[in-house]
């Protein structure tokens, strides 16, 4: 599975983005998503995630209320809408298929990443 993440940008806060998570190579309708971060000096951290059927959502704290994971196994697409943003949402957002159907918080429990697209929010 290749995955091809877009949608991140310049925006300030109080601004909303939709990521994207794009599959290609195989399909990914069977596969839990997860979104995760990585700030500038900070440990890679759990975002979202979603299980195979979008039947059940996992959020961090932060993330709560304000972002939506969801899915698109036609368009073997995952998406993250991202609103009331933050200076600390400032990072490089990562998409990842796990190996299961279910959804994960553990990154380890990744297979496939994307190369990740960055967010930067402005004060």
């Known amino acids: 599975v290749q995955l091809q993440a877009s949608g991140g940008g310049l925006v300030q806060a109080g601004a909303s983005l939709r990521l994207s998570c794009v599959a290609s190579?195989?399909?990914?309708?069977?596969?839990?998503m997860g979104w995760f971060r990585q700030a500038p000096g900070k440990e890679r951290e759990f975002v979202a995630a979603?299980?195979?059927?979008?039947?059940?959502?996992y959020y961090a704290d932060s993330a709560k209320g304000r972002f939506t994971i969801s899915r698109d196994n036609a368009k073997s697409t995952v998406y993250l809408q991202m609103n009331s943003l933050k200076p600390d949402d400032t990072a490089v957002y990562y998409c990842?298929?796990?190996?299961?159907?279910?959804?994960?918080?553990?990154?380890?429990?990744?297979?496939?990443w994307g190369q990740g697209t960055l967010v930067t929010v402005s004060s």
């Open positions: 979603i299980t195979w059927n979008g039947g059940t959502t």
């Open positions: 990842a298929a796990a190996l299961s159907s279910s959804a994960s918080q553990n990154w380890r429990n990744y297979r496939y």
């Open positions: 190579r195989r399909t990914i309708s069977n596969n839990g």
